[in-house]
T-cell receptor
Framework: GQNIDQPTEMTATEGAIVQINCTYQ??????LFWYQQHAGEAPTFLSY??LDGLEEKGRFSSFLSRSKGYSYLLLKELQMKDSASYLC??????????WGAGTKLIIKP | GAVVSQHPSWVICKSGTSVKIECRSL??????MFWYRQFPKQSLMLMAT?????????EQGVEKDKFLINHASLTLSTLTVTSAHPEDSSFYIC???????????????FGEGSRLTVL
């Protein structure tokens, strides 16, 4: 079966750095998305990785290792507004999106 | 980036009535749109893939006759929840990819979401 694993909840301190991991087992691979979702709102696109390596975009970076079936989202200089759920999603060989359950990130002052 | 607009944002209806949710791509043409449902504290679940000019493709377990999808133009897809019941109360979200002009980055653009409450 297809599976996406990410931690259910993480807590970090304002101004710090946090890394949210995502591991996947899917039938084929055509890219991996990270989305941010605040409670009651639609997801917001953060990043898309299809090749191995690190993609940096401001305070957020995303890393992919296809051989390991592994990705992480790195958030730097955390702000209170970063408190949200972070969703990892993989595009499989049929171009279907397989979603993780999301990681709820709690930022403390 | 491309803009997807969803309407209404909130809807409350009585059990047994039907509700229509619209999803529009405002500045690009979307031959394919996706409809998701999200129950509280759960992940997004793909319900169906909406294809312009043809029948939608439904995911396993999603009732075609209950969740009617119409994608009559390149900028509009509608989801109608027929004979809604309280268990249909959920957050419904649409998304689309901008495939035009070689701009496809794989990014999905989401609508704002529609929260349905069935009394």
């Amino acid at each position: 079966g297809q599976n996406i694993d990410q931690p259910t909840e993480m807590t970090a301190t304002e101004g710090a750095i946090v890394q949210i991991n995502c591991t996947y087992q899917t039938s084929g691979f055509n890219g991996l998305f990270w989305y941010q979702q605040h409670a009651g709102e639609a997801p917001t696109f953060l990043s898309y990785n299809v090749l191995d390596g690190l993609e940096e975009k401001g305070r957020f970076s995303s890393f992919l290792s296809r051989s390991k079936g592994y990705s992480y989202l790195l958030l730097k200089e955390l702000q209170m507004k970063d408190s949200a759920s972070y969703l990892c999603a993989v595009v499989d060989s049929n171009y279907q999106l397989i979603w993780g359950a999301g990681t709820k990130l709690i930022i403390k002052p | 980036g491309a803009v997807v607009s969803q309407h209404p944002s909130w809807v409350i209806c009585k059990s047994g009535t039907s509700v229509k949710i619209e999803c529009r791509s405002l500045d690009f043409q979307a031959t394919t749109m996706f409809w998701y449902r999200q129950f509280p504290k759960q992940s997004l679940m793909l319900m169906a893939t909406s294809n312009e000019g043809s029948k939608a493709t439904y995911e396993q377990g999603v009732e075609k006759d209950k969740f009617l999808i119409n994608h009559a133009s390149l900028t509009l897809s509608t989801l109608t929840v027929t004979s809604a019941h309280p268990e249909d109360s959920s957050f419904y979200i649409c998304s689309a990819r901008d495939l035009g002009g070689g701009r496809d980055t794989g990014e999905l653009f989401f609508g704002e979401g529609s929260r349905l409450t069935v009394l």
